[in-house]
């Protein structure tokens, strides 16, 4: 399992360069095309053989994390963040934060609680005990990433930070490692950037592989947790086949194909439909005359956290199978 590095890589929205390296290192060997473009996006290629009716199918998966970026620092020497994707406070108070210059620190809360996204209340305390001590080891705009160590759960589940999405661009690893032989449809491997910040590497990433067909592959919510507001996909139960979410309505067409799929070919799989939020997908499916959209989706606990926790088996047996028939 690669999972464990994929995760620990560093990542925040903007600052990709460390994870697009291993990614791209482990998929030179597999791809007949690398592209990386000016955005940042990875896009890795597979040709087809089709000779008619040949297609070109977009697997996007997202490799930039949430995180935190400097904005300022006070005469004590603490630090003040802005958040870089969609944080809570409740969920960050009291961790740990790696900055990309290997500089951890610890977030302390603001006394209101009222708002629970309002970074101006949290500082972050790196140790130093001035501000010119503090600048000395970050800078204003260092990103700062949840510090998460992979781990191994009970029975088939794990945790870890950036589960959102690198769990994604494992299935699509994988995918593309285990293709015995070249597909019938052009293949375009996106390993997408800023995704936490509005879709934006999608946004660019559509107009180079101009898809017939895109797929999002991405976490959504397990709502089998003590508390858990109402919805239906949980852990251990199959992939998720996304019907809609905040961003997208999935091709009806795409959707029932995927279904009518698993059910023939005993893939559990289950029906998602996310109240909020958005995958690649929401940027896929307007580009030019709008292209045939879906969605794949592994049910997460604790989401933009530290800790988000997946069922394995949802993931090696489920979505990657799913994605490689």
């Known amino acids: 399992m690669f999972l464990d590095d994929l995760t620990q890589q560093f990542g925040v929205s903007g ?3 460390p994870i697009r390296a291993f990614i791209t290192e482990f998929c030179q ?3 007949d095309e690398i592209i990386k473009d000016n955005i940042g996006n990875l896009i890795v290629i597979k040709k087809g053989t089709g000779k008619s009716n040949r297609k070109k199918i977009m697997l996007s998966a997202h490799m930039d994390e949430i995180g935190f970026a400097v904005t300022d620092v006070t005469e004590k020497g603490f630090l003040k963040v802005r958040y870089m994707g969609g944080i809570s406070n409740q969920v960050s108070v009291c961790q740990r934060i790696q900055f990309r210059s290997g500089t951890i620190g610890v977030i302390l809360g603001g006394k209101d609680k009222k708002d629970d996204r309002d970074f101006t209340q949290l500082s972050v305390d790196i140790g130093a005990t001035s501000k010119e ?4 080891h970050v800078q204003i705009g260092e990103p700062a990433s949840y510090c998460g160590e992979f781990t191994p759960l009970c029975g088939r589940t794990v945790c ?3 589960i959102d999405d690198r769990i994604g661009c494992y299935i699509l690893m994988r995918v593309l490692a285990e293709m015995e032989t070249k597909p019938y449809h052009d293949t375009y491997f996106v390993f997408s950037v800023q995704e936490e910040l509005g879709l934006r590497g999608a946004k660019v990433a559509v107009s180079t592989c101009n898809p017939d067909i895109g797929v ?3 976490i ?7 508390g858990a507001p109402n919805g239906f996909t949980k852990l251990g139960s199959g992939a998720a086949i ?3 979410d905040g961003s997208v309505v999935c091709d009806d067409r795409l959707v029932t194909f995927l279904c009518d799929y698993a059910k023939a070919n005993d893939i559990p799989h289950q029906r998602e439909v996310l109240a909020r939020g958005g995958t690649d997908a929401g940027a896929i499916h307007l580009f030019n005359n709008g292209v045939s959209s879906c969605g794949v989706s592994i049910p997460t606990r604790y989401g933009h956290s530290p800790v988000g926790t997946v069922d394995m088996f949802d993931v090696e047996k489920h979505a990657s199978k799913l994605l490689m028939e």
């Open 15 to 17: 600052f990709e360069e």
């Open 29 to 31: 060997s597999h791809a």
């Open 133 to 136: 001590e503090a600048l000395a």
């Open 160 to 162: 870890s930070k950036a």
């Open 216 to 218: 999002a592959v991405d």
């Open 220 to 226: 959504t919510g397990s709502f089998d947790t003590p």
């Open 242 to 244: 996304k019907v809609m």
